[in-house]
């Protein structure tokens, strides 16, 4: 992961030679918070660790038994994706320990070259793809932030770093699944059906879900939905994609191993609501280190 575009090349001017590979990887810094690529694989372990605390022990998945026993949250995309971390520097000790979010990211180009995107194993991402194949995808996954630090700032450094790593990379769309909590959707038929009537994704944006796993989100009609209620049983994540202007999966997926009920994000880069463009800057300069 490198910086954006125009810190790139301000830090390349200052001879490379010169820096540490944590100020080349850096992507932005709100007072004692950094975000940037994880550079070691302690770091990586750490992030999987951190995942595991709020999937596992505050959510209640239930992973493969050796990543259960090593407590980490780990599988095959982590050995060839980049990890974004946030990080805050005013916590005494060793960066492993100052980790407080995390998210995957993982480019098409480098998907391609390897076992592909986490997202395959429950909707068809490649018709997407397919449908545009001179645009860049990049998915975004395994989001998560430690309780004490949802807060509205550490939100606003994992969408700079998104924002910053995009631009470098020069994606096109960004996508992923999210996930209310707990694997039963109509638990979440409200949400659910005013995605569907109000932020479904169309044309050559639609996903459908793999074949035996998808559950229509158009469980109510729209005249029996209350918009602000349900953008109120939301998730965070989700409110936040809404916000940006992304659109959504037409089909729900349950996934019991981490009980919860997925639905699928699409987000192309130049449909991104102006008011965040100019928010982080068209060069992601706003939170630039």
């Given at each position: 992961m490198n910086p954006a575009t125009e810190n790139s090349h301000r830090f390349t001017a200052l001879n490379p030679s010169l820096l540490s590979r944590r100020e080349i990887s850096l992507l932005g810094r709100i007072g004692a918070l950094e975000v940037r690529r994880a550079i070691s694989r302690r770091e990586i372990a750490a992030a999987q660790a951190l995942r595991y605390k709020v999937f596992v022990e505050e959510m209640g998945a239930v992973l493969p038994a050796a990543a259960m026993r090593a407590r980490r949250d780990c599988d095959h995309v982590d050995s060839y994706c980049d990890h974004l971390l946030v990080i805050d520097?005013?916590?005494?000790?060793?960066?492993?320990?100052?980790?407080?979010?995390?998210?995957?990211?993982?480019?098409?180009?480098?998907?391609?070259?390897?076992?592909?995107?986490?997202?395959?194993?429950?909707?068809?991402v490649a018709a997407m793809m397919r449908r545009q194949p001179g645009k860049r995808f990049m998915e975004l996954g395994r989001s998560c932030v430690l309780p004490a630090y949802r807060t509205r700032r550490t939100i606003?450094?994992?969408?700079?770093?998104?924002?910053?790593?995009?631009?470098?990379?020069?994606i096109d769309a960004m996508f992923g699944c999210a996930s209310f909590p707990g694997a039963r959707p109509h638990a979440h038929a409200l949400a659910l059906s005013f995605l569907y009537h109000n932020a479904a994704a169309e044309g050559i944006w639609d996903v459908k879900p793999i074949d035996g796993l998808g559950v229509g989100m158009d469980m109510m009609p729209p005249e029996a939905i209350m918009p602000r209620a349900a953008i109120n049983t939301m998730p965070p994540l989700i409110k936040g994609y809404l916000r940006l202007g992304a659109r959504t999966s037409r089909a729900a997926v349950a996934d019991v191993a981490f009980n919860t009920t997925d639905i699928l994000v699409v987000l192309p880069v130049g449909e991104i609501n102006p008011r965040y463009v100019n928010h982080y800057g068209s060069d992601a300069g706003r939170f630039a280190a």
């Open positions: 520097t005013g916590i005494e000790g060793a960066v492993e320990d100052q980790i407080v979010g995390t998210y995957r990211l993982l480019r098409q180009d480098v998907a391609a070259r390897h076992a592909g995107f986490y997202s395959q194993s429950e909707y068809d606003e450094l994992l969408w700079q770093g998104n924002w910053a790593y995009a631009l470098a990379h020069g």
